[in-house]
């Protein structure tokens, strides 16, 4: 039997998803419907902190069109919500409760909730509620002296300590000691579909099931069931088409077991689907840091060791991922270069604010900036070009594999593959930096703020620990791919395809991808920190392996052949000496079964490490103090790129979330702890005259050795060191080194930069 073809992978074919979506036909959480729905609305606290003396409901609970209208007191059953992914202890009392029960910690934190039967209803009745709040001064700066978060906790959860080396000597020894204090700006992923779902029990089995925009249908399956004190196999969630996920879908909300627990109690459909504003009130937020990081460096700027003292704004509650984000943060901070010696203090604390979890690249966007930040100061502190001192540092091709004493996410860090120096030369010589420098040179002369800079990164994808995919063969001669993987926008249902077309012979355009549904397999674990293409794509590759195997054995049964001359050639199996053909649906009905399957399963115990630079020529109106990023090139070695043109379109998503971080995105609150960004008039996105077509260099000079496609994730590579770059190069126009100390650098900064 012929081995696997390669083809179509590697090859740029048009995503499958597309046509749904482009002719209208896409259905997202909104778009759910059943008869008698009831709909629900959140009544939320317009104060940051304070203590409830009462809520007073019944003015709203006597209104025409209300079924009935929950407090904390009304549903005891439903403890706070628990951790699904964190190895720290004693992070309990910092869960949220899906409704405030004695006080409330921000605002936007639902404390009630109407069910009425139609949804403008819910929304007017929600503002009769009467919630008598004792306002407290809240707590919105990190560094500010411990509070208290409740009787015997105070507001730091807890602190993420790493390291490894002797700090102390290191900085004993140092020719230079470098320092600085440096901010990330708190944004998310704001997608164009705002939260919602819907919750019902199906009418024919008892099942509840959920309808809305999943990410990890299995997983949060069980913690609802958990949770709620049902059974699992009574409790189906259904993903639809997703309108963006970037994190934001990353986790369960409170509305998710509200909802549920509703459809339970009350015996009818619930839908509940957010605005904008609250939207911006309520759903995850990420990235706020600041770092006070120090680097002892010898007299050709080598660091000699690192230590840093960080502190992570996680906001009034630790949602489902735990302190996940910081602790990323101080794991993969040292990105591609060697340094001898380490010490990292992360102290996670709250405030009252909305909670942080996971942004697109958490952790690693905001430990990118900081590290690019230090690489940067240290050519300057040694008068090297900053080029010259990533090479100094880089970790060489020759220690490859490359193993740190540090963890993220549980996983010792061990970069497996790569050549960073190599990745550098290309990408300078890709992006013909000598001819960018000179053009600067002559705008310069001509009286523009003009300036260039970049950033080298490491990312991190494949997070296992395990995936299993079915792929499904019937008497149509349909090919199923049956995963547990979900749709976020990145291309499942093409790649998938491709790799299962690859290994069976045929054409990717007719296989069917099933994803994101409890009901039709037993195990998955989503799609999210880049592992979807890694682990769903080599189990889809196992799976349609193990198909081919068992149709190759009933074709050299059928043909009365041996079973190393069948090939697969386009929907068939091919005896390779006489020409003879069997299509793949007679082979199914010679079997005698309705379905010939095969099943696949890949288990890692590392991740995988892509790699890559980012540039920038940003120009600064000295009037406006607007910063446009003009040119953005993107170098990045993925291992293997299934579909470079979908790699590509990741790559331009991430760069537009990461210009909106660098220079406009930001979540600000008052002293009261009011939030001053709840409407897009008052969060400013980048449009699409923001945000250059990127100069791309995708390599694939280093396959990952842990899957045998060599793959390595590429969701969010795009975005990682964004923010290090567009720094960099405002630094450059301005001719002040280490200027840019904060993101996002908005006018009013860099007002104050020119001005100071």
């Keep these: 039997m012929t081995e696997l073809k390669r083809w179509p992978i590697g090859e740029r074919v048009l995503r499958l998803e597309d046509g749904p979506l482009l002719a209208g036909e896409g259905k997202f959480s909104a778009d759910w419907t059943f008869p ?236 509940w689907i957010e605005d904008r504003r609250e939207h911006l009130l309520s759903a995850n937020q990420s990235r706020q840091q600041t770092h006070r990081i ?82 940067d100061a240290i050519a300057s502190r040694i008068k090297i070009d900053p080029i010259e001192v990533r090479r100094r540092n880089l970790i060489p091709a020759s220690a490859i594999p490359y193993s740190r004493p540090l963890d993220a996410l549980e996983v010792d860090v061990v970069l497996e593959s790569g050549d960073y120096p190599a990745l550098l030369t290309n990408a300078l010589n890709k992006f013909d930096w000598p001819g960018i420098r000179h053009d600067i040179d002559a705008r310069r002369l001509r009286g523009e703020c003009v300036g260039a800079g970049l950033g080298f990164f490491v990312e991190k994808s494949g997070l296992g620990p395990t995936d299993k995919v079915r792929v499904d063969l019937d008497t149509d001669g349909q090919v199923s791919v049956v995963t547990g993987a979900a749709n976020l926008g990145q291309g499942v249902l093409t790649v998938m395809a491709q790799i299962c077309a690859g290994a069976l012979g045929c054409g990717h355009e007719g296989i069917v991808v099933q994803h994101g549904r409890t009901d039709v397999i037993d195990e998955g674990y989503g799609s999210h920190a880049s592992r979807t293409t890694v682990m769903t794509g080599e189990a889809t590759r196992l799976a349609s392996v193990a198909l081919r195997d068992k149709l190759a054995v009933i074709a050299a049964e059928s043909m009365q052949a041996d079973i190393g001359d069948i090939e697969f050639r386009d929907g068939r199996t091919v005896h390779s000496g006489s020409g003879a053909s069997i299509s793949f649906a007679e082979l199914v009905t010679a079997s005698g079964e309705a379905i010939v399957s095969g099943e696949g399963r890949y288990d890692t115990k590392h991740m995988n490490y892509p790699y890559g630079v980012h540039a920038a020529v940003v120009a600064i109106d000295r009037d406006t103090g607007i910063a446009k990023v003009e040119k953005f090139m993107i170098a990045y070695d993925i291992g293997c790129a299934i579909n470079p043109l979908l790699v590509e379109g990741q790559l331009q998503g991430g760069l537009a979330q990461g210009i909106g971080g660098a220079l406009f995105e930001e979540f600000v609150y008052d002293a009261s702890g009011q939030p001053l960004s709840s409407t897009f008039a008052d969060y400013i996105m980048p449009g699409s005259t923001e945000v250059p077509e990127a100069k791309i260099l995708l390599t694939e000079d280093a396959p990952s050795p842990l899957n045998p496609l060599g793959i390595k994730g590429a969701g969010e590579g795009g975005i990682n060191a964004v923010g290090a770059a567009v720094a960099s190069a405002i630094d450059d126009a301005l001719g002040c080194p280490g200027a840019v100390k904060e993101l996002p650098v908005t006018p009013k900064r860099l007002w104050s930069l020119m001005l100071g």
């Design 294 to 375: 120090r680097a002892a460096i010898d007299g050709d700027g080598r660091i000699l060791g690192i230590d840093n003292q960080f502190f992570h704004d996680q906001g009034a509650y630790l949602r489902t991922h735990g302190v996940r984000v910081p602790d990323m943060t101080a794991g993969l901070m040292l990105g591609p270069y060697e340094v001898p010696a380490y010490r990292v203090v992360g102290h996670v604390r709250m405030t009252n604010k909305a909670p942080a979890a996971t942004y697109r690249a958490p952790g690693r966007y905001e430990g990118t900036f900081v590290r690019e930040r230090l690489l």
């Design 36 to 271: 008698d729905m009831l709909y629900m609305h959140v009544v939320r606290s317009s104060v940051a902190c304070g203590a409830i003396r009462s809520i007073d409901t019944s003015a709203a609970t006597s209104s025409a069109g209300v079924h009935t209208i929950w407090t904390a007191v009304d549903i005891p059953e439903i403890p706070p919500i628990e951790f699904r992914a964190t190895k720290y202890k004693g992070l309990e009392p910092y869960r949220q409760p899906v409704l405030a029960e004695q006080r409330v910690r921000y605002v936007g934190e639902p404390v009630a909730v109407v069910f009425a039967e139609d949804p403008y209803i819910a929304e007017d009745v929600a503002n009769r509620v009467l919630l008598d709040i004792t306002v407290e001064v809240p707590i919105t700066d990190v560094t500010d002296p411990l509070g208290t978060f409740s009787p015997g906790y105070n507001t730091e959860a807890t602190l993420i300590e790493k390291g490894y080396g002797d700090v102390d000597g290191a900085f004993k020894a140092a020719d230079h000691v470098v320092e600085l204090e440096l901010r990330t700006g708190r944004h998310s992923g704001v997608p164009l579909e705002c939260r919602g779902g819907l919750a019902r029990v199906n009418p024919k089995d008892g099942r509840l099931e959920y309808y809305g925009a999943t990410k990890r249908a299995h997983p949060n399956r069980d913690q609802i069931a958990r949770t709620l004190r049902c059974d699992p196999d009574r409790l189906n969630l259904f993903e639809g088409n997703v309108g963006g996920g970037f994190g934001i879908r990353g986790e369960l909300y409170p509305e998710d077991f509200i909802i549920c627990n509703a459809a339970l109690r009350l015996g009818r459909p619930i839908r």
